[in-house]
């Protein structure tokens, strides 16, 4: 067929369907008389060449300006209930070691994750909203001309935006596409798209060290995400999967007013998945820090020695390969438990920091363990670094090797270090301490 | 062959214009880290006014010569103004209930009141233009 006419077969095969379905449409469906439609007028500005691009960011940056700032009073709403519920606990169960458990392990740990609920259920919300109104869409196809100059497949954009709500079914949206080497690039450059689990990170660390600039520095988050995914995705097509990227056929639906029930039903279906979560292997793994952060019991002082307990020699012991950057034994536990699920990040300080009235990011900057240099290379350090477990296991059953896996978490893993380090590098040289 | 009226088109260009220079001015102002509180410095958020008014200044010409994909882009610049204008709004209650939890020292209505609120406000008019001559049109 590519030889007949001189196109890809799928793009003639589009072509046909389409004229095929205008014919059967012409006769059979009356339409009320209009010149154009409302889509072909917002296509006109959202495709445009010069300024699809610009709008794309600007409504990217209004969906984390969005979900930070309006989130704010309802995680504050969280914080207080679980400080009202942590001292309850503390003041009313007996057993010393019980009520530590329950005041610091559950209330502490768990209860610092769940703040994040409404962050999360926002992104969501708004990224719905966005999906529902047919702009998603759009946002691929506006990427993709960038994407195709670069030598990259543009389908590849669409499980990238599926990434920013959990990177495994954005991993599995990769077997749409066809081309074996299009389809290992997206899958390899996956972990790069800040994921839901990753945000809680981003607005802890944002929210005590950018103060009205959180947002833009969450925002920062995501874009840097984008553009280390597209700039790796290059690497790899130069390098290990040589070769042209095959054209993309995009059916852009038209533009609809999202209806308040399909946005909220499509938050909830994925704002769930961070329920589960929290309450099966972030639950698990912060009763497994809390044990190691109060034990040994006699040597912690009942956990109030935490600079005793055996997460702190973990975290000691490891902490020097981080030193350069200026991060503690806390923030080097956190990075070693986030690869068990970056919420957990979260969770960590929760618990090691052993907060009581303020809250977690109060914490950080009165306990002075990052400056606004150094909370920024963290920010990046979580983004980039191994993904956590469950994506692993997602691009093992993809790729049907141990291979890619192993290769993911390498190549990560250096680049956390080096975009990290010139981070703070480039911030000292211009005077940031 | 015009779309629609020219002397309608020009008038929806001439406020397009208007808008689309006072957008970039303040979207410009904001870059550049504000002018007082009126106007408060806002990267990003500055960043998003220029690109409203570049959307809003993208129109003008071809509403003057009345084509639709003029009208085209004025309406694109209105769903914009429309987003960041409610997105500030929200903001602004998110900071009164902020207040009202006792997390923050004031709540000043002033203060939150961002160019983006009241340019929202000013386009209104702009949109009820545009909705005149799109009545006929379907989504």
């Known amino acids: 067929m590519s030889d007949v006419f001189g196109e890809d077969p799928e793009v003639i095969l589009a072509e046909r369907r389409y004229n095929a379905i205008a014919k059967i449409m012409e006769s059979a469906v009356r339409k009320k008389e209009s010149k154009w439609t409302f889509t072909d007028m917002l296509d006109h500005v959202f495709l445009h060449k010069a300024l699809g691009i610009p709008i794309f960011l600007a409504l990217l940056w209004a969906v984390f300006q969005f979900t930070f700032a309006f989130s704010e009073p309802f995680m504050v709403m969280v914080e207080m209930f679980f400080g009202w519920l942590g001292g309850f606990a503390a003041d009313g169960i007996a057993n010393p070691q019980l009520a530590s458990f329950v005041a610091d392990g559950i209330c502490g740990g768990l209860g610092s994750v769940l703040v994040f609920v409404p962050p999360i259920f926002m992104l969501f919300l708004a990224l719905a909203i966005l999906e529902d109104s047919g702009y998603l869409s759009r946002a691929a196809f506006v990427m993709d001309r960038v994407m195709y100059k670069l030598g990259l497949h543009g389908r590849s954009f669409i499980p990238m935006i599926s990434g920013f709500g959990c990177n495994i079914p954005a991993i599995m949206a990769t077997r749409s596409i066809e081309n074996e080497k299009d389809r290992m690039i997206t899958i390899l450059v996956n972990p790069l798209i800040s994921c839901g689990a990753r945000l809680p990170v981003y607005v802890l660390i944002g929210g005590a060290l950018f103060g009205a600039a959180a947002g833009s520095a969450v925002f920062a988050m995501y874009v840097l995400g984008i553009a280390l995914a597209i700039l790796m995705a290059l690497i790899f097509r130069k390098t290990l999967f040589k070769g042209k990227p095959a054209p993309f056929v995009l059916e852009l639906p038209r533009y609809m007013m999202p209806k308040a029930k399909t946005a909220l039903l499509h938050m909830w279906e994925r704002g769930k998945q961070f329920l589960k ?157 | 062959m015009t779309d629609f009226e020219i002397g309608k088109g020009k008038t929806i260009g001439l406020y397009a214009a208007v808008l689309g220079v006072v957008y970039l001015a303040i979207g410009v102002i904001e870059v550049f880290g504000g002018a007082g509180d009126a106007i408060p410095g806002d990267l990003f958020g500055g960043f998003a006014l220029v690109v409203i008014a570049a959307t809003f200044l993208n129109g003008v010409k071809r509403s003057f010569d009345g084509e639709h994909i003029g009208l085209s882009f004025i309406i694109g610049g209105l769903f914009l103004a429309a987003v960041f204008g409610i997105l500030y709004l929200l903001l602004m209650g998110a900071d009164g209930l902020m207040f009202l939890l006792g997390e923050a020292e004031e709540f000043s209505v002033v203060a939150d009141f961002r160019p983006a609120i009241w340019l929202f406000l000013l386009v209104l008019p702009l949109a009820y233009l545009a909705r005149e001559l799109t009545k006929e049109v379907t989504w």
Do not use: H
Request: charged letters at 10%.
């Open chain 1, 277 to 433: 979560r929290a309450g099966t292997i972030i639950f698990v793994v912060v009763i497994l820090l809390w044990f190691l952060s109060v034990y040994p019991w006699a040597a912690t002082n009942g956990g109030e020695i935490i600079e005793n307990s055996y997460v702190a020699g973990l975290g000691k012991a490891i902490q020097p390969i981080f030193a350069p950057f200026g991060w503690d034994w806390t923030t080097t536990v956190a990075i070693i438990f986030g690869f068990l699920a970056k919420e957990v990040v979260v969770a960590t300080y929760g618990l090691l920091l052993g907060v009581g009235e303020e809250s977690v990011g109060d914490a950080l900057v009165s306990m002075g363990l990052f400056t606004p240099l150094t909370g920024f290379a963290f920010m990046a350090f979580v983004l980039i670094y191994v993904p956590c477990v469950a994506t692993i296991g997602a691009i093992w059953r993809e790729t049907n090797s141990w291979k890619w896996p192993v290769f993911t978490m390498v190549y990560l893993t250096v680049l956390a270090f080096i975009v990290s380090g010139l981070i703070i590098g480039i911030g000292r040289l211009l005077g940031f301490t």
